[in-house]
């Protein structure tokens, strides 16, 4: 047999049909001639002239016959050539590839396409069995086709696998990670085969000449892609399944939202209900006003404070509820002092609907709804803590006044030491103007000089009984402008004759130009009399060689306070009374009523000061308080 190639591809699956067929034309023309040979058998020797000219004129006659068909021949055999190239060319230039076996299943003849499919030289293919190309796992289903032709069934098709000494490098790859890993499997083992269809014919030449044609039809990335829409399918499916299941599951949630928030309605409606009830029972009066000022809620204790129903109030101006004065400020009100209430607690007078007013105490608190926002105000009335306080000061201030009678009584002697110096002097001086004008020519300019000495005497002596006399006489409190260095010296000097007696040292830091304050100036006094007598107390008790020391100093702070400081060296105050030293009835004397301290406190606070102290046991002991600096 021939080897095969694409150039007598052509002769190979056409040259045996035309050969048969001349070769029948040329054997009946044969047949024939012979035939009329053997019947007329003439002997042209022994032929008239007449027989052989029409003889010649015969054989003349079928000559051109044979020429005209030998000219049809050839005219087919050129149009037969020229449909053989088209095919030809057609069949290599096809991806599908052709080839025709024998009875046994040898390959007779190829394209190029079948070739490429079996990746087997076209010239190496004469002879070679199909079977040898198919997958072994296909072969059993390849040899129940190959039996089945008998049957002639054209629509017989067979999917195999061929074995590919290579594995191929094709175009269409899995699709890889965006695949699940069962997907990426079944593609990676079809990369590895080449998949083919197999499509059959059985051909006859005649009775013994039969020709198995087969179409082989490479199909491997149909597979490939059918498998991966397989894949992408399930994975849809997958994904179509996760996304019910979170829907349903979502679904859920939202149903628990929706009970939740159902619950939380129920909660609110009820928390809001205890909140009216709270808001309408609560002693303090609330007031909801917006940024004009105009009232948007009320409780029912403004009704009990002010006068008014709640119905009178809601839609009106808050001034409403304000003394004259501040009604005809209403916009300075609201831009100004409203805002500046806010997180303090305020004591104002306000206006009952009957015209009394009424003193309160007033917070304000800012919230903003929907973006709007909104002041709530929480008023308190305060008529009768005024009251107690009026009677706590009233008390208080008897209480100050036996405190001064105390003190006075413990600086008797020394005031009246005090007092008879000038008496002592107004004396001296009254017997020496008398002696002065017995003389016979009184010296009138030295008589004026010891007058004038008596008086001054007798002034300081009144000074003395004075400043005694202001200082315990009980009176209202009654606050002014003072300048506490001023009220140090005036103590100071009370206790002059204390100071003296006990020798003890004194330094005196105060400073200068200090900012004055707005006190009551008796009872600052007071305060600073009770320290300084606890000092001298204090240092009464030391030791003879030591020296007694009071330190007095004026301060401004960074807080716009004066601060004043009396300190002394004396033995101090145990850890154990350090915290009880300010009650009252307390004391460290031995005859002590307790009270000093404890009224000393209340006055300072009074007086809008607080008042502490420091001590270290056997190093003495350090009483300050602050006092605020008057406002300008």
């Given at each position: 047999?021939s080897?095969?190639n694409?150039?007598n591809l052509?002769?190979d699956?056409?040259?045996s049909?035309?050969q048969?067929l001349?070769s029948?034309q040329?054997?009946?023309?044969?047949?024939?001639?012979k035939?009329v040979l053997?019947?007329?058998n003439?002997?042209?020797?022994?032929?008239?002239?007449?027989?052989?000219?029409?003889?010649?004129?015969?054989l003349?006659?079928?000559?051109?016959e044979?020429?005209?068909?030998?000219?049809?021949?050839?005219?087919?055999?050129?149009?037969l050539?020229?449909?053989?190239?088209?095919?030809?060319r057609?069949?290599n230039?096809g991806t599908v590839?052709?080839?025709?076996?024998?009875e046994?299943?040898l390959?007779?003849?190829?394209?190029?396409s079948?070739?490429?499919?079996?990746?087997c030289?076209?010239?190496l293919?004469?002879?070679?069995?199909l079977?040898?190309?198919?997958?072994?796992?296909?072969?059993?289903?390849?040899?129940?086709?190959?039996q089945a032709?008998a049957?002639?069934?054209?629509?017989?098709i067979?999917t195999?696998?061929l074995?590919?000494?290579?594995?191929?490098d094709?175009?269409l790859?899995?699709?890889g990670?965006?695949?699940s890993?069962?997907?990426?499997a079944?593609?990676?083992?079809s990369q590895?085969?080449?998949?083919?269809?197999l499509?059959?014919?059985?051909?006859?030449?005649?009775?013994?000449d039969?020709?198995?044609?087969?179409?082989i039809?490479?199909?491997?990335e149909?597979?490939?892609?059918?498998?991966?829409i397989?894949?992408l399918?399930?994975?849809?499916?997958?994904?179509?399944?996760?996304q019910a299941?979170e829907?349903?599951?979502?679904?859920?949630?939202?149903?628990?939202?929706?009970d939740?928030?159902?619950?939380?309605?129920?909660?609110?409606?009820?928390?809001?209900?205890?909140?009216?009830?709270i808001?309408?029972?609560a002693?303090e009066g609330?007031?909801?006003?917006?940024?004009?000022?105009?009232i948007?809620?009320?409780n029912?204790a403004?009704?009990t404070i002010?006068g008014y129903r709640?119905e009178?109030l809601?839609?009106?101006?808050?001034?409403?509820?304000?003394?004259?004065e501040?009604?005809t400020?209403?916009d300075?009100?609201?831009?100004t002092?409203?805002p500046?209430?806010?997180?303090?607690?305020?004591?104002?007078?306000?206006m009952?609907?009957?015209?009394?007013?009424?003193?309160v105490?007033?917070?304000v608190?800012?919230f903003?709804?929907?973006?709007?926002?909104?002041?709530?105000?929480?008023?308190?009335?305060?008529s009768?803590?005024r009251?107690?306080?009026?009677?706590?000061?009233?008390?208080l201030?008897e209480l100050?006044?036996?405190?001064r009678l105390?003190l006075?009584?413990?600086?008797?002697s020394?005031?009246a030491?005090?007092?008879?110096?000038?008496?002592?002097?107004?004396a001296?001086?009254?017997?020496?103007c008398l002696?002065?004008?017995?003389a016979?020519?009184?010296?009138?300019?030295?008589?004026r000089?010891v007058?004038?000495?008596?008086?001054?005497?007798?002034?300081?002596?009144g000074?003395?009984?004075?400043?005694?006399?202001e200082f315990v006489?009980?009176k209202t409190?009654?606050?002014?402008?003072?300048?506490i260095?001023?009220?140090i010296?005036v103590?100071?000097?009370l206790?002059?004759a204390?100071l003296?007696?006990n020798?003890?040292?004194?330094?005196i830091?105060?400073?200068?130009?200090?900012?004055v304050v707005?006190?009551?100036?008796v009872?600052?006094?007071?305060?600073l009399?009770n320290?300084?007598?606890?000092s001298?107390?204090?240092?009464?008790?030391?030791?003879e060689n030591?020296q007694q020391?009071?330190s007095?100093?004026t301060?401004?702070?960074d807080?716009?306070?004066?601060?004043?400081?009396?300190?002394?060296?004396?033995p101090?105050?145990?850890?154990?009374?350090?915290?009880?030293i300010?009650?009252?009835f307390f004391?460290?004397k031995k005859?002590g009523?307790?009270?000093?301290?404890?009224?000393?406190?209340?006055?300072?606070?009074?007086?809008?000061g607080e008042?502490?102290f420091n001590?270290?046991p056997g190093?003495?002991?350090?009483?300050?308080f602050t006092?605020p600096?008057q406002?300008?």
């Amino acid at each position: 047999m021939s080897q095969l190639n694409p150039e007598n591809l052509d002769d190979d699956v056409f040259s045996s049909k035309e050969q048969k067929l001349m070769s029948r034309q040329r054997l009946g023309t044969r047949k024939r001639a012979k035939a009329v040979l053997g019947k007329a058998n003439p002997d042209v020797a022994r032929l008239p002239p007449q027989d052989i000219q029409q003889l010649i004129s015969e054989l003349q006659v079928h000559q051109l016959e044979l020429e005209l068909q030998n000219e049809e021949l050839n005219w087919a055999y050129q149009e037969l050539t020229a449909s053989r190239e088209r095919y030809a060319r057609l069949c290599n230039s096809g991806t599908v590839g052709y080839i025709t076996l024998s009875e046994e299943g040898l390959i007779q003849h190829a394209n190029q396409s079948a070739a490429k499919l079996l990746d087997c030289p076209l010239e190496l293919l004469a002879s070679k069995k199909l079977g040898d190309f198919i997958h072994p796992a296909d072969q059993e289903a390849y040899h129940i086709f190959f039996q089945a032709f008998a049957t002639q069934d054209p629509d017989k098709i067979l999917t195999v696998r061929l074995n590919d000494h290579k594995k191929l490098d094709r175009s269409l790859q899995c699709p890889g990670p965006r695949l699940s890993n069962c997907m990426q499997a079944t593609c990676k083992e079809s990369q590895q085969f080449t998949v083919v269809e197999l499509r059959h014919a059985i051909n006859y030449f005649n009775v013994n000449d039969r020709h198995i044609c087969l179409a082989i039809n490479d199909i491997t990335e149909r597979i490939l892609a059918q498998e991966s829409i397989a894949c992408l399918n399930e994975k849809l499916e997958q994904k179509i399944a996760n996304q019910a299941q979170e829907l349903v599951e979502s679904n859920q949630k939202l149903q628990k939202k929706i009970d939740e928030l159902h619950h939380s309605k129920d909660q609110l409606e009820e928390r809001e209900a205890k909140l009216n009830a709270i808001f309408n029972a609560a002693i303090e009066g609330i007031i909801t006003v917006d940024t004009s000022g105009i009232i948007v809620s009320v409780n029912s204790a403004i009704e009990t404070i002010f006068g008014y129903r709640q119905e009178e109030l809601i839609g009106c101006s808050i001034i409403k509820l304000m003394p004259t004065e501040i009604q005809t400020k209403r916009d300075t009100y609201m831009q100004t002092r409203m805002p500046d209430m806010l997180s303090r607690i305020r004591s104002i007078d306000g206006m009952r609907k009957d015209g009394v007013l009424v003193p309160v105490d007033i917070s304000v608190a800012e919230f903003s709804i929907d973006g709007a926002k909104y002041y709530a105000s929480i008023v308190r009335d305060v008529s009768s803590r005024r009251l107690k306080e009026l009677e706590d000061k009233a008390h208080l201030d008897e209480l100050a006044h036996v405190t001064r009678l105390g003190l006075m009584g413990e600086m008797a002697s020394g005031i009246a030491h005090e007092v008879n110096q000038p008496l002592t002097a107004i004396a001296s001086y009254t017997q020496a103007c008398l002696n002065f004008m017995q003389a016979e020519q009184p010296d009138l300019l030295q008589l004026r000089e010891v007058l004038q000495k008596t008086y001054q005497q007798a002034l300081k002596a009144g000074q003395i009984i004075h400043r005694m006399r202001e200082f315990v006489t009980s009176k209202t409190t009654h606050r002014s402008s003072v300048v506490i260095n001023d009220l140090i010296n005036v103590c100071l000097s009370l206790c002059a004759a204390d100071l003296k007696h006990n020798n003890i040292v004194q330094k005196i830091n105060l400073a200068k130009n200090i900012p004055v304050v707005y006190v009551d100036s008796v009872q600052i006094e007071q305060v600073l009399l009770n320290l300084i007598k606890n000092s001298l107390d204090a240092l009464k008790n030391l030791p003879e060689n030591k020296q007694q020391l009071l330190s007095i100093q004026t301060s401004q702070d960074d807080h716009h306070r004066i601060v004043v400081r009396i300190k002394d060296n004396g033995p101090g105050i145990e850890k154990t009374e350090q915290e009880k030293i300010l009650t009252p009835f307390f004391t460290t004397k031995k005859s002590g009523m307790g009270m000093g301290l404890s009224i000393s406190q209340s006055l300072v606070k009074a007086n809008g000061g607080e008042l502490f102290f420091n001590s270290e046991p056997g190093k003495g002991t350090t009483f300050y308080f602050t006092l605020p600096i008057q406002e300008q």
